[in-house]
């Protein structure tokens, strides 16, 4: 039986919502590829789980629309706004069709991800384990573009999600994590959030 979550109303400008549907769905058609040419069940598990965001926004974006609409000529002017948020959903949607096939094991052709794997940058989503030296510690402070050439550009905790988080975020157990950058940085990153490796210039 398909459970459904409820979803209780509170009040957010409509271009705040619009935007970070737009925002999550351009990054999700990159973590969606990269998921299918990598073969990537966590990467294509957070795209799933970005699915579920955007769908919760565009609930959110719609109710407020309706409030926000005092007559006629406010309601005309707020169906633009509805088109585009639901033009952002449906690409969110399709987003999810892509990671739904990597999970169910129906990949793409073995020599289109050869090509890609000579691709200087690649995607990894990893979590931070209790055991991680990264907890903590604020973003800034670990330098992985400088040390790792690497770039975290999604933070999810819990049910909250930060897309390029500041310098100043401290990561917690239990984060996840969203990177993009040279492949053996990515791979020293996933190390140290795994707590495999505790040597941050390792």
């Known amino acids: 039986m398909v459970r459904f979550e409820r979803i209780r109303y509170k009040p957010v400008?409509?271009?705040?919502?619009?935007?970070?549907?737009?925002?999550?769905?351009?990054?999700?058609?990159d973590l969606a590829?990269?998921?299918?040419?990598?073969?990537?069940?966590p990467i294509a598990e957070e795209v799933l789980e970005l699915e579920k965001r955007v769908d919760t926004l565009a609930y959110l974006l719609d109710m407020n629309a309706m409030i926000a609409a005092?007559?006629?000529?406010?309601?005309?002017?707020?169906?633009?706004?509805?088109?585009?948020?639901?033009?952002?959903?449906?690409?969110?949607?399709?987003?999810?069709?892509?990671?739904?096939?990597?999970?169910?094991?129906?990949g793409v052709h073995p020599?289109?991800?050869e090509a890609f794997e000579k691709v200087e940058e690649q995607l990894t989503r990893v979590v931070v384990s209790?055991?991680?030296?990264?907890?903590?510690?604020?973003?800034?402070?670990?330098?992985?573009?400088?040390?790792?050439?690497?770039?975290?550009i999604v933070l999810r905790r819990n049910k909250g999600l930060k897309i390029n988080p500041e310098d100043e975020e401290k990561l917690h157990e239990g984060d996840v994590i969203v990177a993009r950058g040279a492949p053996l940085g990515l791979g020293k990153l996933e190390k140290l959030a795994e707590g495999t490796t505790r040597e941050l210039e390792g």
């Open 130 to 152: 209790s055991h991680s030296i990264l907890i903590g510690k604020r973003i800034g402070e670990l330098r992985l573009a400088v040390r790792k050439g690497v770039d975290i």
């Open 70 to 106: 005092r007559d006629a000529k406010d309601a005309e002017s707020l169906v633009g706004v509805s088109v585009v948020a639901t033009a952002a959903d449906k690409i969110s949607d399709a987003a999810g069709d892509i990671a739904g096939l990597v999970l169910r094991e129906i």
């Open 33 to 41: 590829y990269s998921a299918a040419l990598y073969h990537s069940h």
């Open 111 to 113: 020599l289109v991800r």
């Open 13 to 29: 400008p409509v271009r705040e919502l619009l935007v970070e549907i737009k925002d999550i769905s351009e990054l999700m058609i």
